[in-house]
Nanobody, 114 residues
């Protein structure tokens, strides 16, 4: 199973970015998600979405970020609005299959400038 994330970049505070992640291989999706790791900090959950469409967001991004999927493409997206400097991090997509096997993408850097 391979996950390929894209869409990161440099954006000014208050701006928006949309991250994309495509999954390939043989799997049955349980949950798709986005995590992030800022410099000097541990990786943290940003948002997840189950195969049934149930979503979970970190408190710090509620109301600003939206996770969605496109099942036909085995893709997961993260729409990020009203970005803040503290959103600067490497963002990783994540897939947990129905057997609780976890896979990670390679990460995409999001830098928010003031």
């Amino acid at each position: 199973v391979q996950l390929q994330a894209s869409g990161g970049g440099l954006v000014q505070a208050g701006g928006s970015l949309r991250l994309s992640c495509g999954a390939s291989g043989s799997f049955v999706i349980g949950t798709l998600g986005w995590y992030r790791q800022a410099p000097g900090k541990q990786r943290e959950l940003v948002a997840t979405i189950t195969s049934g469409g149930r979503t979970l967001y970190a408190d710090s991004v509620k109301g600003r970020f939206t996770i969605s999927t496109e099942n036909a493409k085995n893709a997961v997206y993260l729409q990020m609005n009203s970005l803040k400097r503290e959103d600067t991090a490497v963002y990783y997509c994540n897939l947990e299959d129905v057997y609780s096997q976890v896979y990670w993408g390679q990460g995409t850097l999001v830098t928010v400038s003031s």
